[in-house]
């Protein structure tokens, strides 16, 4: 089963998809190093830009679209390492950093429709990286803010890594819907101040909710970068904030899925194995190291992620297809046992996983996170709470007691790392406890 979009489209969103951004003539960011070192971007550069979240980043990204370059955001919080490795693999032809623009003559050009040269979030292991064209970028900037009803003037807040594809997106639905941006530092959300959207992740909702901050000033909060559970949203709401919940993946050009409906243009189908698939304008054009697209024959992104769509034409989401546990014929989805394990007034937070098991073939393993890690609660007692409200057999098997989850930039858990660091955790270096 497959679905088109529904959304009305709105007036004024309709013809900024590219006119604000296209229009800019010679770039500040050019004027600024031509003075400095005689160096210009050109066309099918790949400038890796290594400068923290800010002001510069809008002429950053202006002088890219404007030279028909492609952006490459380094993650300035990554250590010495993993910016070589990520230079090693995406080959850029320049680098900016603070001290300047310098042209890398080992670089690889790419072809000058590609916009956007990023890395995925790397939830589910070493992120790839995702070349998307500046057709791609206009039909899901202009998607979402036809969806929006965000039209010209109307700014946005950026307080997300720009490093990923959320991030970038709001710097870039600024630029081309001709609003203008105001730059927070990640993690701080604070009422709106006249600028009307912003992009966030839940947990950074779920601070602001903690802390009392006022958002019932935002016309719409997008919140990506994983699933929100209801019991949120229902927070959320009953505090005046609007919420926009989409989905989507790097490879799609970020959310293309607002509360469950795809953007105009966007397709949302099943699989018969029960996998969502996307498809539309947005999507990737293939990846930096050759790799194709790895689209299906007819041209649809597999997500890797299982859903199914109601009578409505609602995308539901069950969670990745590879993290499914099977265990004695019945199968669980960790999602729904992180929602119920959330509810018990011990628990702060929770990731839930699967482990082989010779008698069951996988046994459910959460890892808790206490409220009071002096009095963390016992395996039965999760197991009775999460029994009653999802049934016995979706309850734990195992209990890992950990000070925090393993988390990516935008909040997502990585459940790998729990896996890998439950089954080691007899040694010295001891960073959680099996109960």
């Known amino acids: 089963m497959s679905l088109k979009s529904p959304w009305e489209i709105h007036e004024g969103g309709s013809e900024t998809a590219s006119s604000g951004l296209i229009a800019l003539s010679v770039s500040v960011l050019n004027v600024k190093q031509a003075a400095a070192s005689g160096v210009r971007l050109r066309r099918g550069d790949v400038v890796a830009v290594a400068v923290p979240p800010g002001e510069a980043w809008a002429e950053i990204a202006a002088a890219a679209w404007a030279a028909e370059a492609a952006l490459l955001p380094v993650d300035h919080r990554l250590p010495e390492s993993g910016v070589r490795d990520l230079l090693a693999r995406g080959e850029p032809t320049a680098i900016l950093s603070e001290g300047g623009l310098r042209r890398l ?48 003037g109307d ?4 307080c997300l890594p720009l490093s990923h594809i959320g991030g970038l997106l709001v710097v870039l639905r600024g630029l081309l819907g001709g ?151 019945e199968n669980v989805w960790p999602a729904e046992v992180e929602t119920a394990l959330r509810s018990h007034p011990a628990v702060a937070d929770c990731a839930v996983f699967g482990r082989s098991d010779a008698t069951w073939g996988q046994r459910v393993v959460a890892a808790v996170v206490p409220r009071d890690a002096s009095s963390p609660p016992s395996l039965e007692a999760i197991r009775d709470h999460v029994g009653a409200l999802l049934g016995r057999h979706r309850a734990p098997r195992e209990l890992v007691v950990v000070e925090e989850l393993p988390r990516t930039a935008l909040g997502k858990p990585r459940r790998e790392g729990l896996v890998d660091r439950g089954e080691r955790s007899g040694g010295a270096d001891r960073p959680l406890t099996t109960r």
Do not use: N
């Open 105 to 152: 003559p080992a670089g690889r050009p790419a072809d000058p429709a590609v916009a956007l040269v990023i890395p995925t979030s790397g939830s589910s292991g070493r992120p790839r990286l995702v070349e998307l064209s500046r057709t791609a970028v206009e039909a899901a900037v202009g998607s979402s803010l036809r969806a929006l009803a965000a039209g010209p």
């Open 155 to 158: 700014g946005w807040v950026s």
């Open 179 to 329: 609003g203008p941006l105001l730059f927070r530092a990640a993690g701080e959300l604070e009422p709106s101040s006249g600028y009307p959207f912003i992009s966030i992740v839940p947990t950074q909702l779920a601070r602001a909710l903690d802390a009392g901050v006022e958002l019932g000033g935002y016309r719409a909060m997008v919140v990506g970068g994983g699933g929100m559970e209801r019991a949120l949203e229902e927070r959320a709401s009953a505090c005046g904030a609007r919420c926009v919940v989409t989905y989507g993946l790097t490879q799609s050009c970020g959310g293309v899925v607002y509360d469950g409906l795809p953007l105009p243009d966007v397709g949302v189908r099943v699989s018969d194995g029960g996998e969502v698939q996307l498809g539309g304008p947005t999507l990737l054009s293939g990846y930096r190291d050759g790799a194709g697209a790895g689209l299906t024959a007819d041209g649809w992104l597999p997500t890797g992620d299982a859903g199914w769509l109601d009578g409505g034409g609602r995308l539901h989401l069950h969670g990745r297809l590879d993290d499914l546990i099977v265990t004695g014929g």
